[in-house]
């Protein structure tokens, strides 16, 4: 099963089982993703804290 | 006779860079240095360099009292919320954040994504920059500080600026080298030693909030800054890219620069043919108010580089304020501010 | 079987970089490795590293004996001059320094300043970099070695402009951080600890020789090249500002970048939403024949900040130099190259 | 066939040292790496240098399975707390945390101020020192990981107490520099980059805990340790002073350290006469295995200085845990540890 | 009525700190600042810091004229070999060399190998720590200065030995950790960027000169001192392993320190129990004249570990010397010497 | 006795008694310049050999 980040455009192979609303992590841009649809596979951004990089 | 001067947010960085400084000066006492976590403790237990200078304790922010002249050193945000307090209580106010920085609220907005929350104020202050703002700061009751980035750029900026020697239809770009202390006292996983040591970040390759200050100060609309963080502690380098709106000679730059730089205190050339310390160098500066700018031109191109240092918590930030402090309250502009710095 | 092969100026710090990657590549034999200076010294009283590794000693340039594959790492100008002696002697040539890597000898003449000693061995180096040199470097009997500043910049550039991404009429600005390894291990004023450390020099703001390099990689005629020296020994960084030909997505950029990177073993791309490190950062890569690259796009301006952070003396120079051997000699091409560089 | 080995700890500092060894290692699989925090994130995320070698995700802690080999890299207690589970999962374990080093239960109590939560466990573990446990370790089960400054002291003292050349009566006195990674990849106000930075930190002159491992390991009882923090983020040095038993000749003790030496592959003794590198150097370590040990004689006053270099990582923990490893299954002892360290 | 007063070796680091401090100086006027190699240069650009403060330029050393007070700052053994000459030109000299430091001509045959070339001006000079030496320094017409490990590692013994806490029986180890200005500003192979950053480097494990002074300063006979090169530019920090001569309480060391610091402006006691900056610290007190000193103790085993920071170009050199001459002219102490310190 | 020095038009003040030939250092630009004539006092870069910056 193979979705694509909404991201950076990668592909990314979902494992067997992969569920609903499952979080996944996009391997190219380190986006977490949240898995909106199985049939077909499909990413969205997940929300996120935006991490204070302290500068 | 003393002034009497307080500092809100004394335990960070910009704070401590202004005890260090009041504490010499000739014509102010401090009376209060706050700190909630620190409250009780001395002063040198949170600035071991204060041992010996003072014994005085850090209150916490919520006992301040009356005094003449407010500095306020707080993270982003704490100022604007509660700044009828603090008017309340002085007559001066000199706010080190970016808070009170710039004059348009809907560019607050832009930046910053919220409205401002007291707007306005945002006329009252001066923007705390003397070598643009002397006039204007001499006598005033509020000053805002300065970003170190934007002051960086700004001063290796203006000297063009004000010779119209820039061609405003090419972009301009500053590329900022900074130091760990531009990010204050509170510790986060970014400024681990292990992690933050020997690094060359790309800390913000776009969209840093300093622009804002570069474009109010400047004047251009085509200043792209970019921030790389580098293994230092106090110190910004700018170097700034930009292309000449004619042919030029190094002489007519040299003269664009020795008057921008006349009748400035704390402004040097620096330009050398030989020797190590040929452009504006941040290491020779931690601990002075000093900016030093310098160029290189290239002919061929057009491309002028225009190379500013200074140490972001003086020139950028405390030593900015205390000299807006002079101008405010009538003493001589350098006072306090004559440390020349370390070499080596 | 084994290649044995020879390292002239291994005393240096991008020859002791050859000598600790072949001395763990499994096809080849060191011979001999040579310095004036240190002749008759055991290999690890100059690099201490190589202690316990081998017992070889240096010998005197004069006393250079035939070998299969030749490593010169000479100050500038020293192969050129000497290049029929060392062909007469080595099969195989990979000469890591500026000597052979510019193709047109009008184009060196006019960097140089003089007149190249032996134009006639231009055309018979390849370009020893084989992320655009692959085909030609297989089985090549000479490879010239990269520049360092200009091998990062032509990274950080390639992947647009092989995507067509930049727009050509507009200023490229390279801004490129480097360590002081950079400048070999001669000593020099300028490399004094107590002046070095620390430093944020502005070491060449315009006229740097390595843009003729990046003018032959990447075709391009509006790069701009500015070099800082900073607080690192070993590392560079280069920050390339471009501005984009049209209205591009993120994903667009993505796909350039992972097009460049594709089948390049030493190519990462680094863009991270969080951590600490989200861009190529050198700090990571001491040691490794990396080359990570990165981007940051503001659409609002079309600036696109490409990033490229190299190890100096591996991708730089020492490392591309193997490379180009495993390919000149038919071996698998990262043989000996597999470090893969320390954290924190 | 490789065994299936996991790490407990994975996000740390020794425990990203493990990974990065492990993956190297060509008879083992990492099959989980765990971090609480980090569960889902892949490994190279949080350890960069990782990039391109593996996909592999942090899992949580709780989901950890069975495997051959599995490596505890927790803080102090964790490991003894829950040693029965980590056993029920793996048929051999090798713990870097200090739970399983001493072994006696009341040095223990004495040290760490409360009882051994798991004592039976303490004689089932074998110091993991393979310089003096090689037998032991051979096919052992159980073997706890060194402590860092420990293991220098130890390693500086071991040629002179197994030649039994030192004055038991004279106190010997073990100043010891490190560097900022000994603290773990945990963030606190000590290690914040502006204060740690520069820093010549006194960080425990007496009591530190260490000292039970040196007197287990040496025999010892009138060592005296004292821990400097300086700038540096890997590394160890050992500055060991002590005074001989009689009347040496430097000879003597160039036969002590080679008969400690001698069939250790990771002892290399470093005292040259001149260039830069006369005694050890933590710098060039920077993640080898190696402990370089030396020393200097001062026949007026019998003082000897012996000196010894870690990267405290290593040989001062993953490192040596890997070796442990490699001794307990059958390795080749050197097995993915041959990494030769860089200069400059 | 300002006095005239001259440096002899003003290029290097002693004499650049003694031109920093002496032009903010108010009861002196540099005159003259000696460099043969930079003759004719402005001062700045040796020194960049002072850009902007003096327009003087160096003169070659035979043009030195006669002048009230005179510094010298030179190689060891110059100042020795010409001190009749620089008699004759200056009433008062103040000479930052170890030429003058030893008292007994033997003594400095014994350390320098070869005899006193001026031994009869041996006794005219006053040894110049004013902490111990204040009554002699006051008016007198010659000073020495003061060799920086002596001085770190005296000022952290005298506490202990003037309240005579110290068992002479057993060992003194002086465990002092340096910066690279200890070495001056002469560049070498030692000193080259990428050989020192990072380094720990055991300088001098046993032999260095500097135990004369401590002899001599101290009374002790049973010191031991080696001294370890670390990442700094500035400091210097001694740790001093001792051992009590009874049982004591830290209550009576304490004591024992605050009697020695009683009316020493430039010493202040640092032991804290919480905090980052428990014990003295260097990197706090780059530019200041301070040396800061603390202990630890371990009851147990009665050692006591004193510990001193300075800056070895300030109290360790240049900033006694100045403290030296405003003894000698009758200045307050501690004029021009008031500079706080840096804290991040 | 004032001159202009070529590279970058600082003004110098040259001391009395200043001769012809001799060198003087420019206090802004830091270029030795050789005093070529003394009525109009004039200034010319003196020949300098390039250093090495060492990177
Ligand atoms: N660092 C620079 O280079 C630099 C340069 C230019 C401008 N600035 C600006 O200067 C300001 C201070 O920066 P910094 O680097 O000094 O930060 P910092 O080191 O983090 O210090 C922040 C200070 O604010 C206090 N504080 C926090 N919240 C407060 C509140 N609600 N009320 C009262 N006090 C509060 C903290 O005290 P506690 O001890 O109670 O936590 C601390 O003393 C910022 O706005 C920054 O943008 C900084
Ligand atoms: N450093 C970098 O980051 C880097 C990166 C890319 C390319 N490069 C290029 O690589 C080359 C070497 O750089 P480096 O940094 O390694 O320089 P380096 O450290 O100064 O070493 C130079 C070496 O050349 C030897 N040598 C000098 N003159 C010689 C001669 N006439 N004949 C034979 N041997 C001679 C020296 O040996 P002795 O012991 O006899 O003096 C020394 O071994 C340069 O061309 C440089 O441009 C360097
Ligand atoms: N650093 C050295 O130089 C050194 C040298 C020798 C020995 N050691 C020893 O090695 C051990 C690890 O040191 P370090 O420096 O790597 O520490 P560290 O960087 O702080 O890492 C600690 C690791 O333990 C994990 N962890 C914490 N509590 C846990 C729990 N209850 N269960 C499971 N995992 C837990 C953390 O994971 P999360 O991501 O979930 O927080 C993290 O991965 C320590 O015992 C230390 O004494 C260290
Ligand atoms: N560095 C320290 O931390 C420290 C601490 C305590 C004491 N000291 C002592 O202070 C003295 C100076 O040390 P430093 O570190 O400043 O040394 P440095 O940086 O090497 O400077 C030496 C100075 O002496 C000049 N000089 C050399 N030979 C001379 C001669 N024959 N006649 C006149 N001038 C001569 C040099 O001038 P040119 O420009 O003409 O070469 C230079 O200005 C030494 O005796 C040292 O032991 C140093
Ligand atoms: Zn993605
Ligand atoms: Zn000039």
Known sequence: ???????????????????????????????????????????????????DWGE | ?????????????????????????PHVSIIQATSARNAGRYLYQVHPNLRGRTNLQ??????????????????????????????????RIIDCSADFRLRDPAVYQQWYGSAHP???????????????????????????GVGC???????????????????????????????????GATVNEASHH????????????????????????TGLRNVHLSITAIELVRGALATVHAFASRELSEKELWQAYRTFAREQPFIRI?????????????????????ADIGFAYEPATGRIVSICAIDNLMKGAAGSAVQCMNLMCGFAETTALTF?????
């Open chain 2, 149 to 183: 980035n934007a002051t960086a750029t700004n001063l290796a900026l203006l000297p063009l600026v004000e010779a119209n020697l820039i061609d405003r239809s090419r972009p301009i770009i500053a590329d900022v080298k900074v130091g760990s202390s531009e990010g």
């Open chain 2, 58 to 91: 850090f209150v916490h922010p919520d006992t301040l009292q009356p005094c003449d002249v407010l500095f306020l050193a707080l993270p982003h945000g704490e100022a604007a919320q509660a700044i009828e307090r603090y008017a309340s209580l002085a007559e």
């Open chain 2, 270 to 290: 620096v330009k050398e043919r030989q020797g190590i310390y040929r452009y504006p160098e941040p290491k020779i500066l931690a601990g002075t108010n000093y």
């Open chain 2, 1 to 25: 006779m003393s002034l009497r001067v307080s500092i809100v947010g004394a335990s960070g960085y910009v704070g401590g860079e202004l005890l260090r400084l009041l504490l010499d000066h």
């Open chain 2, 118 to 144: 007291a707007p306005a104020w945002l006329e009252r202050f001066v923007y705390g920059l003397p070598e643009v703002n002397r006039a204007a700061l001499t006598g005033a009751r509020y000053a805002s």
């Open chain 1, 1 to 51: 099963m193979q979705a694509e980040c909404p991201e950076c455009g990668a592909t990314i192979a979902l494992p067997a089982g992969t569920m609903a609303n499952e979080i996944v992590a996009c391997p190219d841009c380190g986006a977490e993703l949240e898995v909106v649809n199985l049939d077909p596979p499909t990413l969205a951004l997940a929300p996120e804290v935006e991490e």
């Open chain 2, 194 to 217: 292990p992690e933050r040591s020997g690094a060359v970040r790309s800390f913000a390759p776009v969209g840093h909030r300093h622009l804002a200050e570069v474009e109010q100060v």
């Open chain 2, 340 to 344: 020349a710095g370390l070499h080596p």
